[in-house]
């Protein structure tokens, strides 16, 4: 089965460096190669916006005192065109904590600015997964590579929140204000920090809480010295139009893995793949409620219920895209020594081969897409209105899978281990 051939590398020393060493070597190829084309440097230019220029144009926008313009979106998509050339649109919802972050960015070539911060934000994901992996390294790395071709491909932050979510759950246990400073670094996408807030909170680690809440009050008082209270305004404003924008579908929502996207590439109604979207939130929640009380019950490791509060990280909200799934990598860590008596070969080669799908589906309907309309098609258009969203029924799918061992681990342990077998 696919789940033996996978996990029998960890056996073998030598076939885990030569998977982990091939892994590593396309990701580096892939970071220089994309090095030149966010800098522009080669005489084929791209004039396709991706998710790393809206980073560079934003970090512009502070230098110049602009900031207020990336929150209006009729602004915004003028300042997009006039960088890129092209009509893609890519709205700003960011809170101003992020802005901070990415205003170095402009003091760079666009090109040096991709490669500082992929190759940093990578390198310390890759460490936090190895130090959770163990063994299981080389094993996550395959299952991953999509996720990680298509993040370093689009520039995005996904390995910046893997690695914090990854910090949150090696330290939660005995580093609480370690775990509690990455949590409220979370505030660059608080969405998919729910999941680890909930587990805070239910877990009683008030010093862990107290930690992220001053992070977040503190990095707000700072935004608002820095940009002017206005700021906060703007940012609401953005979020507002983009809720009309994800419900009218200028989305690319075929990148999308929630449960909203799936539904709503597939024809239902927004009002009611929103209610679907705030049922699978419930579900995911009710999963992080399962596996702490196995873990009470020590049916199951104190990492396991961690490596669920980061799996349903990305389950929660309707804004979840596939370079958000490094999250996912961290989960699956944690949870790999149960899942080898929780699931049989049969579960763990759907559960690889899901993760596998949600990562890859996007990247090669990119591509598709790319090849059939040219490098300018414009994803958030008309263009992929036939293009289903398959990686959030991939993450359906994982959902359910999970919710199914979590429920049959409740069961006496004779039942449990004949299950297993």
């Not at 809170?95 to 760079?108: I, M, W």
């Not at 990492?303 to 909200?317: D, E, Q, T």
Request: contains cysteine; aromatic residues 12%.
């Amino acid at each position: 089965m696919f789940a033996e051939t996978l996990e029998a590398v960890q056996f073998s020393p030598s076939k885990r460096t030569i998977y982990v060493r091939f892994v590593l070597a396309t990701l580096a190829m892939m970071v220089l190669f994309k090095t030149y084309r966010f800098g522009r440097w080669s005489a084929w230019q791209v004039r396709e916006l991706s998710d790393f220029d809206a980073f560079y144009i934003v970090a512009q926008q502070i230098w110049r005192g602009q900031l207020d313009l990336v929150y209006r979106f009729e602004t915004l998509v003028k300042l997009q065109e006039a960088f890129a050339g092209s009509t893609s649109f890519m709205p700003w919802t960011y809170p101003p904590q992020f802005d901070l972050l990415v205003a170095p960015f402009a003091l760079l070539p666009a090109g040096i600015a991709y490669l500082l911060f992929i190759t940093a934000t990578l390198t310390a994901y890759l460490l936090a997964l190895r130090a959770i992996a163990g063994n299981n390294f080389a094993l996550i790395l395959v299952v991953l590579f999509p996720t990680l071709a298509i993040t370093v491909g689009c520039g995005q932050n996904g390995f910046l929140t893997g690695v914090l979510i990854g910090i949150i759950c090696l330290n939660v246990e005995r580093r609480q204000i370690v775990a509690g400073l990455a949590l409220g670094a979370m505030v660059i996408k608080p969405h998919l920090a729910i999941a680890a807030g909930v587990y805070m909170l239910a877990t009683r680690r008030w010093a862990a809480l107290a930690t992220a809440a001053a992070i977040v009050l503190a990095s707000s008082f700072l935004c608002t010295l820095v940009f002017g209270w206005q700021i906060w305004a703007g940012w609401l404003g953005a979020i507002r139009e983009s809720a009309i924008f994800l419900e009218r579908g200028f989305y690319p929502l075929f990148r999308m893995i929630s449960t909203y996207a799936a539904l709503g590439r597939a024809g239902v109604p927004p009002s009611i793949a929103f209610w679907a979207q705030a049922a699978a939130a419930c579900l995911a929640l009710s999963a992080i409620g399962l596996a702490l009380w196995l873990g009470a019950a020590r049916k199951t490791s104190p990492a396991f219920a961690l490596g669920v509060v980061a799996m349903v990280s990305v389950m929660i909200s309707p804004y979840a895209y596939d370079y958000d799934l490094p999250i996912v990598g961290i989960g699956l860590a944690l949870m790999l020594p149960d899942l080898a008596q929780m699931a049989n070969a049969r579960e763990r080669s759907v559960i690889y081969g899901l993760i596998l799908l949600a990562g890859a589906y996007g990247m090669l309907q990119s591509a598709r897409l790319a090849a059939q309309f040219g490098n300018e098609v414009d994803l958030t258009g008309m263009d992929d209105k036939f293009t289903p969203s398959i990686g959030g029924f991939a993450m359906m799918a994982l959902l359910a899978l999970l919710l199914k061992l979590l429920w049959r681990a409740t069961r006496p342990m004779p039942a449990l281990a004949q299950a297993a077998e």
